[in-house]
């Protein structure tokens, strides 16, 4: 079953936009990741978040979870070409190997 | 280079024919995990593995075997594959259980 649910599921911004993606959940979780897919490839971490905590930033990627909602987002500051590209929230509970993604959002930047 | 290298990265096969996806990683992580992806929903687990000779079923295991004899390999094997299990195929191996994963390019597989 899917724990995360993205929203929106696609994204079209210009160039330079900051782009906003959220992502649910419904249990309570050890850690939320963030991941990146172009087109066809693996997938790459981009970042993890503890449940105890509430506002994490990698370079031009800032993450926030309310764990009270039950949800995250992802913002990307002023967003490039190359990221074009799908991103999925995956949770892991506690004592619990499965990390459970969401269907994702694909996100195009307009050049 | 940190890796995880999945062979090979497409086949076309037939209804039947048994086949088998390898997948090494070289970081010495302990987890190691196989997802099928489907457009619409997302990546799914199809079995997981803890250390060697340590694994465990995901969400969608019906139709598949793994082994892990080895702690850099974990193949996953399709016995009689059977076109519902045409789909992008990815490795995932990591760590810690609270570590982020590290994926492998994916196997496209078509079951004709």
């Known amino acids: 079953s899917q724990q995360g649910e993205e929203d929106p599921q696609a994204l079209s911004i210009q160039e330079g936009e900051n782009a906003t993606m959220n992502c649910s959940y419904k249990?309570?979780?050890?850690?939320l990741q963030w991941y990146r897919q172009n087109s066809g490839r693996g997938l790459v971490h981009l970042i993890l978040?503890?449940?105890?905590?509430r506002e994490k930033h990698s370079g031009r990627l800032r993450v926030t979870l309310d764990t009270s909602k039950k949800s995250s987002s992802l913002l990307i500051t002023a967003s490039r070409a190359a990221d074009t590209a799908s991103y999925f929230c995956?949770?892991?509970?506690?004592?619990?190997?499965?990390?459970?993604f969401g269907t994702g959002t694909r996100l195009t930047i307009i050049p | 280079e940190a890796q995880v290298t999945q062979n090979p990265r497409y086949l076309i096969t037939v209804t039947g024919k048994k086949l088998t996806v390898t997948c090494s990683q070289n970081?010495?992580?302990?987890?190691m995990s196989w997802y099928r992806q489907d457009p619409g929903l997302g990546l799914r687990q199809i079995y997981y593995?803890?250390?060697?000779?340590?694994?465990d079923k995901g969400d969608v295991p019906e139709g598949y075997k793994v082994s892990r004899k080895e702690k850099r390999n974990f193949p996953l094997i399709l016995e009689s594959p059977s076109p519902n299990q045409t789909s992008l195929y990815f490795c995932?191996?990591?760590?810690?259980?609270?570590?982020?994963?590290?994926f492998g390019d994916g196997t496209r597989l078509s079951i004709l």
């Open positions: 995932a191996s990591r760590s810690k259980l609270y570590q982020p994963q590290h």
């Open positions: 249990t309570s979780i050890n850690n």
């Open positions: 978040i503890r449940s105890n905590e």
């Open positions: 995956a949770t892991l509970g506690f004592g619990n190997e499965k990390l459970t």
């Open positions: 970081m010495n992580h302990e987890y």
């Open positions: 593995s803890m250390n060697v000779e340590v694994t």
